[in-house]
C-alpha cells in the first residue's frame, strides 16, 4: 500500500501529552516569568509559526503528488508537531497557577520559588531553585516543587536538618540559605 494512504500510530499524539504527574488534588504552580515564557511561545507558535508551515504545506500540495514531495511530507509532519505542542501548552495554561516567590522575600521558610543552599551529609553544598514543573531546568539549579529535594526542602527553614530520601538512601541534609527575588 502506498504511503500516502497508511495511517500513523494513533498512539503518537497521546505520549507527548501526558503530563507530568500532579499531587492528588495539587494544582501547577507556576512563576510569572514562567507563566509569561508558557504564553509566548503559545504565540510565537499560533501567530508565526504554524501559518508559515501552513502556507508551505499549501503550496507542496499544489505540487502534485505528494506521495513522493518532500516538501508536503516534512510539512505535514511539522505541522503535527506544532499543534501536538499548542495543545499541550493549552492544557498547561489552562491549569496553571501563577505563584509569585517575591511575596516571601526576606522570609526565612522555604516555599514555591525559593533558592536555597543546603549542605549534605558529605559535606557537598548546593543551591537549588523550586518552582513549575514547565519551567525546571535542573541543567540550572532549578527543580520542581513536586521534585523529590522540594517536598523535603519545602516548609523548612535556615538551619533546619532533614532527611532527604532518595531510591539509594537517605541522605541528612542541613538548610544553610533561602532567598527570593525582590519585586
Do not use: C
Not at 113 to 138: H, P, W
Amino acid at each position: 500500500m502506498n504511503k500516502a494512504f497508511t495511517k500513523e500510530s494513533d498512539h503518537e499524539d497521546d505520549d507527548e501529552l501526558q503530563l507530568p504527574e500532579l499531587p492528588s488534588g495539587g494544582k501547577n504552580y507556576i512563576t510569572p516569568q514562567g507563566y509569561a515564557a508558557l504564553r509566548a511561545e503559545f504565540a510565537e507558535l499560533m501567530d508565526n509559526e504554524r501559518p508559515k508551515i501552513v502556507e508551505a504545506v499549501h503550496w507542496a500540495a499544489s505540487n502534485g503528488d505528494r506521495s513522493e514531495n518532500g516538501d508536503y511530507i516534512y510539512g505535514k509532519k511539522r505541522l503535527r508537531e506544532i499543534d501536538r505542542r499548542i495543545r499541550f501548552l493549552t492544557k498547561r495554561l489552562e491549569i496553571a497557577e501563577i505563584a509569585d516567590p517575591s511575596v516571601h522575600h526576606g522570609n526565612d521558610q522555604i516555599f514555591f520559588g525559593a533558592t536555597v543552599t543546603y549542605v549534605d551529609d558529605a559535606n557537598f553544598e548546593r543551591t537549588v531553585r523550586i518552582i513549575g514543573i514547565d519551567e525546571a531546568d535542573s541543567s540550572k539549579g532549578e527543580v520542581s516543587w513536586i521534585s523529590p529535594i522540594a517536598r523535603t526542602l519545602l516548609k523548612a527553614r535556615v538551619g533546619d536538618e532533614l532527611k532527604l530520601v532518595m531510591p539509594e538512601r537517605v541522605a541528612n541534609i542541613e538548610v544553610l540559605a533561602v532567598h527570593y527575588p525582590a519585586n
